[in-house]
Every structure is written in structure tokens, then in C-alpha cells.
């Protein structure tokens, strides 16, 4: 089973940038697709970004394509989320995930698809 853990977290002014990583371990995350998905409070979980098994294949919710950008390192057992241009809206809890539902399967915006969370991180933009 993998375990998952966040970082990067923070606050930061509007305008700025976070990176956001995810350390997987106990198993290799290459067989995994991942995912950033974000909480608000008193909210249900929201995608992020999605990314495949070998990272070819990416997608975004429409309300941060352009500003961020994610990533991942499989021989290093990371998942990363580059977020620029940030916004106070973007304030919230961020969430990595793993689906082993291959990439063509997966309905990607869905939580309940994933198999593996994190605890979170919080992120939190002020204007």
C-alpha cells in the first residue's frame, strides 16, 4: 500500500507562488495515476489536476488551467503541484491521491475513484 504525504503549504500573497509536493512510500506510484484535489471548508473535495501513470498525459479544472501546472517524479516517488498566479479563492486544504484505474478509465474529478489520500496541506492566499 502506498502512504501519501503532503508539503509545501503556506501562506502567501495573492500574486504569488507555492510548490506543493507529495511523497509517496511504501509502494512505487508509478502504477498509480495522481491527483491534486482541494477542500474548502464545509465543502466537498474539488479537483485539481490529474496526471497519469507516466505523466503523459495531464488535466485541470478550469479554474486553475494556465496558473498551475502538475508533475510528477516517479523514480523519486513524488507528485508535484506548481501554483502561480494564486488567488485568495485558492485558499484551502490541498489533497494528493492515487487511482490505480489506468488514465482512459479514470473519471478524474471524482474523489471517490481515488484509493489513497494524504492528509492535506494548507494553503492559504491573502490579498
Known amino acids: 500500500q502506498v502512504q501519501l504525504v503532503e508539503s509545501g503549504g503556506g501562506s502567501v500573497q495573492a500574486g504569488g507562488s507555492l510548490r506543493l509536493s507529495c511523497a509517496a512510500s511504501?509502494?512505487?506510484?508509478?502504477?498509480?495515476?495522481m491527483a491534486w484535489f482541494r477542500q474548502f471548508p464545509g465543502k466537498e473535495r474539488e479537483f485539481v489536476a490529474g496526471?497519469?501513470?507516466?505523466?503523459?498525459?495531464?488535466e485541470y479544472a478550469d479554474s486553475v488551467k494556465g496558473r498551475f501546472t502538475i508533475a510528477r517524479d516517479n523514480a523519486k516517488n513524488q507528485v508535484y503541484l506548481e501554483m502561480n498566479i494564486l488567488k485568495p479563492e485558492d485558499t484551502a486544504a490541498y489533497f494528493c491521491?492515487?487511482?490505480?484505474?489506468?488514465?482512459?478509465?479514470?473519471?478524474?474529478?471524482?474523489?471517490?475513484?481515488?484509493?489513497?489520500w494524504g492528509q492535506g496541506t494548507q494553503v492559504t492566499v491573502s490579498s
Open positions: 496526471i497519469s501513470r507516466s505523466g503523459g498525459a495531464t
Open positions: 491521491s492515487a487511482a490505480s484505474t489506468s488514465w482512459p478509465y479514470l473519471t478524474t474529478y471524482v474523489p471517490r475513484r481515488y484509493d489513497i
Open positions: 511504501g509502494r512505487t506510484i508509478s502504477n498509480y495515476a
